[in-house]
């Protein structure tokens, strides 16, 4: 079983950063050269994604009314 890890595409949003964990075994499926270390795309098994965003928001208004 091999692991590739990664940042996770912009168009996902990511503002706090992130990362991709793609995981399969080496085993020459999809088109790659089996036992050759790479995790290749043909490869890929499953994938995770951690995404984190930065969320501001008014808590409290503390000069209410000037």
Same mark, same amino acid.
């Given at each position: 079983?091999?692991?590739?890890?990664?940042?996770?595409?912009?168009?996902? &949003?990511? /503002? @706090?950063g992130?990362? %991709?964990?793609?995981? !399969?075994?080496?085993?020459?499926?999809? &088109?790659? /050269? @089996?036992q050759?270390? %790479?995790?290749?795309? !043909?490869?890929?098994?499953?994938?995770?994604?951690?995404?984190?965003?930065?969320?501001?928001?008014?808590?409290?208004?503390?000069?209410?009314?000037?």
């Amino acid at each position: 079983m091999l692991t590739s890890i990664s940042s996770p595409a912009a168009s996902l &949003g990511c /503002t @706090a950063g992130g990362r %991709v964990m793609m995981q !399969g075994l080496d085993n020459g499926d999809g &088109g790659g /050269t @089996a036992q050759n270390g %790479v995790l290749e795309s !043909g490869e890929v098994d499953y994938t995770t994604t951690y995404c984190s965003k930065y969320v501001i928001w008014q808590v409290a208004d503390i000069n209410s009314g000037t």
